[in-house]
C-alpha cells in the first residue's frame, strides 16, 4: 500500500490555522506482469487552535 498528500494549503481563519490536504492511496497486487490494484483520493480540512 502507498499513501500520500497532494498540495497541502494552510490558511488562517477565525483565529485558527487550517489545513486543507488532499490524499491518495494505492493498493494493489502484483499478477504476472501487471498490477492489479485499487486507487482512493479524499480531500480534507484540519483545524487547530494556535
Known sequence: ML???LF???S???DRIVVHV???AKLGAKIGQNCLGLDFKTEA???VVP
Open 45 to 47: 480540512d484540519v483545524s
Open 12 to 14: 488562517f481563519k477565525d
Open 3 to 5: 499513501c500520500y498528500s
Open 22 to 24: 488532499k490524499s491518495q
Open 8 to 10: 497541502p494549503k494552510v
